[in-house]
């Protein structure tokens, strides 16, 4: 089966930024994904980027471009218009999600509390208008009861019309395996694509687990304290970490392969060099 590698990149937050963001799009183009994605108010940021991002992706790369949408400040009539909007550009596949909480917040207000809500709605509303990818957790929600519920809950989201799902990154192959084996025993047999995050910043990337529940292995932790400010050594351990990984998921069956590229340019192009990704596969069409 052909592999599919997808990027993923965030809306810039400050009009001087689109630039740069426009230009790692460019530059990250030649890895010929299958499609990117664009997240919609992750970590608490700003939502109205998100189409702007896409439209400027799909007119200036002509990439299959995903917008993520979530329950955050979602009602049913904004989500149809944003959905008829993303239409008309030509938008075919989504991302869905609950979305990260404003801090101190509960559950969003209104009819979509969990992404199941959404998924459910869109496939009323539009059929099968959307290729739809939701969140998946091998090491767990940080909200869930426990493993077996958020299994449940996963199924929910498949039951309610999911196509696929793109994992919350972790540094642990066994854990996606373990998650794939059990989603596949409840029924839910949907693609499951691990999501990967390069590893460049000691800080950034414990700031990110500690809010998404992502487990950095100990001995990856001391080797990255160890390392200090040494970008470089740190980049060139990262490298080593993730692309084991990598090809340990993809000769174990994953699908392919999630970048988070966090709008950056040379992790992601030297993972692909390093697995031997030369010019990924052809431009995927979503249903
Ligand atoms: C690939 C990927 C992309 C992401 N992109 C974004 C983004 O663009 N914007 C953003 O804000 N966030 C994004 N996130 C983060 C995501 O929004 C958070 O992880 C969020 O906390 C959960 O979203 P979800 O869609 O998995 O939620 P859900 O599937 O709704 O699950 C949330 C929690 O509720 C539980 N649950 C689900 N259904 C029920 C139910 N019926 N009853 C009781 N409990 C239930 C689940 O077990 C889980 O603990 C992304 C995450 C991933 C993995």
């Known amino acids: 089966m052909n592999k599919q590698y997808s990027l993923e990149f965030f809306p810039p937050r400050a009009a001087e930024a689109w630039p740069g963001f426009e230009q790692a799009v460019a530059e990250l183009r030649v890895l010929k994904p299958a499609y990117v994605s ?3 108010g992750a970590g608490g940021s700003v939502q109205s980027g998100t189409v702007d991002a896409v439209q400027r992706i799909r007119e200036q790369q002509g990439l299959d471009t995903a917008p993520h949408l979530s329950c955050v400040n979602t009602t049913p009539e904004s989500v149809d218009a944003l959905l008829a909007r993303y239409r008309e550009m030509g938008v075919r596949r989504l991302v869905v999600l609950r979305g990260d909480l404003p801090s101190g917040a509960g559950l969003p207000a209104g009819p979509f509390r969990y992404a199941s809500d959404l998924v459910a709605h869109i496939r009323k509303t539009f059929g099968d208008a959307f290729h739809i990818e939701v969140a998946a957790y091998p090491e767990m929600h940080p909200q869930a009861r426990d493993p077996a519920a958020d299994l449940r809950n996963f199924c929910t989201k498949v039951a309610a019309g999911a196509d696929a799902a793109i994992t919350q990154y972790f540094y ?3 854990a996606y395996f373990d998650f794939c084996e059990r989603a596949a025993a409840a029924g839910c047999q949907v693609p499951i694509t691990p999501g990967i995050m390069p590893i460049t910043n000691r800080r950034q990337l414990t700031r990110f687990s500690n809010v998404c529940g992502a487990e950095i292995p100990r001995w990856i932790a001391l080797r990255l304290e160890q390392y200090g400010d040494d970008l470089a050594s740190i980049r060139a351990f990262g490298l080593d970490v993730v692309s084991r990984l990598c090809q340990t998921l993809l000769d174990g069956g ?12 040379e992790p992601t192009v030297d993972l692909f060099a390093r697995l031997g990704i030369d010019a990924g596969e052809p431009q995927a069409q979503a249903r």
């Open 38 to 40: 664009v997240t919609f």
């Open 172 to 174: 642990n192959a066994d």
């Open 254 to 265: 994953a699908p392919g392969l999630h970048v988070y590229t966090l709008n950056k340019v």
